[in-house]
């Protein structure tokens, strides 16, 4: 049973570009939980999604970013226009249902905007 | 609402000595409380939980942590400190109904010394 998988790992882009972060929750798991990590900061939620639904997004800020979780294929991170203060990692995590008692993390990915 | 807070950002013990890290919250209901542990460049892995069932509880690698309703605690305690346990630890809690997603503490940096 493969764990979280986020891809990818690593991501470069320069301003004015898009990003896009892609999270395969664990098998069996239909609820994902994005959260940011800013250098030298623990994580901060950012959105908590099921299938095709956004349950909430009371950490996502209001512009430039958006996040689905659609009936097919993984969850997607969409930050458009990047700026230098987008650069931190991104993790996700899944749980099954709604038990956040069992909620696991993927590797994150850290994006660098350039 | 919920908050964590981890007192010390960094802790340096020596190989063998106790290992004592803090996090104390503050819950508006029942927390759930977790500790974490991010190795660089990593994810997170769980190290144990909190779900309202034994006060006391045991995770992996040697730790465990007692949460304390009166002082509204949940500190991280290992007897004796091994090198691999360098690493950044993290508290955090959600909430046992209501809102789902994770409130972490800002981490602390765990040194080892030889």
């Given at each position: 049973?493969?764990?979280v998988m986020?891809?990818?790992?690593?991501l470069?882009?320069r301003r004015g570009q898009?990003?896009?972060?892609r999270c395969?929750p664990m098998?069996?798991?239909?609820?994902?939980?994005?959260?940011r990590?800013?250098?030298?900061?623990?994580?901060k939620?950012?959105v908590y999604l099921?299938?095709?639904?956004i349950?909430?997004?009371s950490?996502?800020?209001?512009e430039r970013?958006?996040?689905e979780?659609?009936?097919e294929?993984?969850s997607?991170?969409?930050i458009?226009q990047v700026?230098?203060?987008d650069?931190?990692?991104?993790?996700c995590?899944s749980s099954?249902?709604?038990k956040?008692?069992?909620a696991?993390?993927g590797?994150?990915?850290?994006l660098?905007v350039v | 609402?919920q908050?964590?807070?981890?007192?010390?950002?960094?802790?340096?013990v020596?190989?063998?000595?106790?290992?004592?890290l803090?996090c104390n919250?503050s819950?508006?209901?029942p927390?759930y409380?977790?500790?974490y542990v991010?190795?660089?460049?990593?994810?997170?892995?769980l190290?144990?939980k909190y779900?309202s069932?034994?006060?006391?509880?045991k995770?992996?690698?040697?730790?465990?942590a007692?949460f304390?309703?009166?002082?509204?605690?949940?500190?991280?305690?290992?007897p004796s400190a091994?090198m691999?346990?360098a690493a950044?630890?993290?508290?955090?809690?959600?909430?046992?109904?209501?809102?789902?997603?994770?409130?972490f503490?800002?981490g602390t940096?765990?040194?080892?010394?030889?």
């Amino acid at each position: 049973n493969a764990g979280v998988m986020q891809n990818p790992r690593h991501l470069v882009r320069r301003r004015g570009q898009e990003a896009r972060l892609r999270c395969s929750p664990m098998k069996g798991h239909s609820h994902v939980y994005w959260y940011r990590q800013l250098p030298e900061e623990g994580l901060k939620f950012m959105v908590y999604l099921q299938k095709e639904n956004i349950i909430d997004e009371s950490g996502m800020p209001k512009e430039r970013f958006s996040a689905e979780f659609p009936k097919e294929g993984p969850s997607i991170l969409r930050i458009q226009q990047v700026v230098r203060g987008d650069s931190a990692a991104y993790f996700c995590a899944s749980s099954p249902q709604d038990k956040n008692t069992e909620a696991f993390f993927g590797q994150g990915t850290r994006l660098t905007v350039v | 609402a919920q908050s964590v807070t981890q007192l010390g950002s960094h802790v340096s013990v020596s190989e063998g000595a106790l290992v004592l890290l803090r996090c104390n919250y503050s819950s508006s209901v029942p927390p759930y409380l977790f500790w974490y542990v991010q190795y660089p460049n990593q994810g997170l892995q769980l190290l144990l939980k909190y779900t309202s069932a034994a006060t006391l509880v045991k995770g992996i690698n040697g730790f465990e942590a007692e949460f304390k309703k009166s002082e509204t605690s949940f500190h991280l305690t290992k007897p004796s400190a091994h090198m691999s346990d360098a690493a950044e630890y993290f508290c955090a809690v959600t909430l046992s109904t209501g809102r789902r997603a994770l409130t972490f503490g800002s981490g602390t940096r765990l040194q080892v010394q030889p």
